[in-house]
Each structure stands twice: as structure tokens, then as C-alpha cells.
């Protein structure tokens, strides 16, 4: 059992097991091998589940970087608009809207 689980003296059991009775050799590869595949199998589940989650991550900051990014903006707008209001209306008529954009060229 702990040849197999852990390949603790592989050697000392299956040589002469495989000696004695060659076709044990086919059950003793079929197991080693399914032993390596699936601990190699588990070591990229982890690899590959850990850059998932850096990637889900990565694009959160995207996105959250995006918010405010978009949040500024509108505080700017609004502080420009504010600005070219001349009445204070909460509304920007063309007359305001080309005389504001001729006193900041």
C-alpha cells in the first residue's frame, strides 16, 4: 500500500514481482502511472484555479477603476454645465451653450 500511495521503495516490490509474474508488470505500470497523471492532474487544477481567480480580481479593479473614472467625469461635466449656466436654470440653452464655449477657447 505505501509503494503504491506514496512510491516509497518502488523498486524493492516491483522488480521482483515483476520477476516472478511478468504479467503483474502491466498492473503495477497502469498504477504508477494513474498515480502520477492524477497528482500531475491535481497540481494544474490548483495552477489553473489560482489565475482564474487573478484574472476575476484583475477585472474587478478594471471595472472599479472604470466607476470612478466615469464619476469624475460626470463631476467635471457637471461643474463645466454649472458653469455655462448663465440663469442658473438647470438647463443650458444654446445662447448660454455658445457663449460658454467661446469664453473658453
Given at each position: ?60 479593479a ?21 458653469q ?22
Amino acid at each position: 500500500f505505501q509503494t503504491l500511495i506514496a512510491g516509497d521503495s518502488w523498486g524493492e516490490m516491483a522488480v521482483p514481482l515483476i520477476e516472478r509474474h511478468p504479467w503483474a508488470s502491466l498492473i503495477l505500470c497502469g498504477s504508477l502511472l494513474t498515480t502520477v497523471y492524477g497528482v500531475l492532474s491535481l497540481i494544474v487544477a490548483v495552477v489553473v484555479d489560482t489565475f482564474a481567480e487573478n484574472r476575476a480580481n484583475d477585472l474587478e479593479a478594471t471595472a472599479a477603476e472604470l466607476a470612478d473614472s466615469e464619476n469624475q467625469e460626470k463631476k467635471y461635466l457637471t461643474k463645466l454645465f454649472g458653469q455655462i449656466d448663465a440663469d442658473a436654470s438647470g438647463q443650458v440653452s444654446l445662447e448660454e451653450l455658445e457663449s460658454g464655449a467661446s469664453a473658453l477657447k
